[in-house]
């Protein structure tokens, strides 16, 4: 593997065509980002397989990234059924977000307003 300085990699940034090309770009975490955004409203509850098969991962790829999930509280897997679900732990993320965002501050201020 190529070494690279923190700076050429800076530098390297704006001749990238594709973020992913870029070498700080961390491929496993878009995989898990992936994992957790293959769970919908229609696919609830998942086995390894059919997480699999919606990320087009393999299942020894979905198997260690589940489990790195489970273990960070953001998937669990039904004692009986052995499907996985999210856990409440992802809005946490979300909520750091709305938290932070000032858009959510204006609109709670519009909103006061009417009340």
Do not use: C, W
Request: hydrophobic residues 40%; without cysteine; positive net charge.
């Amino acid at each position: 593997m190529p070494s690279f300085s923190y700076t050429q990699l800076l530098m390297k940034r704006d001749d990238v065509k594709s973020p992913r090309d870029n070498p700080l770009f961390v491929q496993v975490l878009e995989k898990g980002i992936d994992v957790l955004r293959s769970f919908t409203a229609q696919r609830k509850t998942m086995t390894l397989g059919e997480i699999a098969e919606v990320t087009s991962l393999s299942k020894s790829s979905v198997q260690r990234l589940v489990f790195s999930l489970e273990a960070m509280g953001y998937i669990a897997k039904h004692a009986k059924t052995h499907r996985f679900h999210l856990t409440p732990q992802v809005m946490a993320i979300g909520y750091n977000y709305l938290a932070a965002d000032s858009l959510v501050d204006v609109a709670n201020e519009g909103v006061k307003s009417f009340v």
